[in-house]
C-alpha cells in the first residue's frame, strides 16, 4: 500500500510525501503506482516550471517527498488537483492507495 501524507499550513499545502508500493500489479503494469507517479511529477514540475517556485524534492524506490517554502495562487491551484485526483484514485483503490492530510 502507498500511503500519501498531504501537509498543510494555513490551510495551503506545503509538502506531499507517498511512501510504499501499492502493490496493485507488477512493477510495470501498475496502474494505480503509475497515476501516483505521474500526479506526483507533474505537481512538482508544475510548481517549479508554472509557478515559479524553488521545490525541494527527494524521489527513490517507493519514496517521494516534495515541499515548498511559499505559497500562491498558483501553488494552491496545482496542489490542490492534485490532492483531489490522488483522493478520488485512493477512493476507488482502497487496498492499495491511503491518502492522510495534516496540518504543521
Do not use: W
Amino acid at each position: 500500500m502507498t500511503l500519501i501524507t498531504i501537509t498543510r499550513s494555513r490551510g495551503h499545502i506545503v509538502r506531499v510525501k507517498a511512501e510504499g508500493h501499492t502493490g496493485y500489479a507488477e512493477s510495470g503494469s501498475d496502474i494505480v503506482c503509475a497515476a501516483v507517479s505521474a500526479l506526483t511529477e507533474a505537481a512538482a514540475n508544475g510548481l517549479r516550471e508554472v509557478a515559479g517556485i524553488r521545490v525541494k524534492d527527494t524521489t527513490r524506490d517507493g519514496y517521494k517527498e516534495f515541499s515548498i517554502g511559499e505559497y500562491n495562487q498558483s501553488t494552491d491551484a496545482i496542489l490542490e488537483t492534485m490532492a483531489l485526483a490522488l483522493k478520488d484514485i485512493a477512493n476507488q483503490y482502497p487496498r492499495y492507495l491511503k491518502t492522510e492530510d495534516q496540518t504543521k
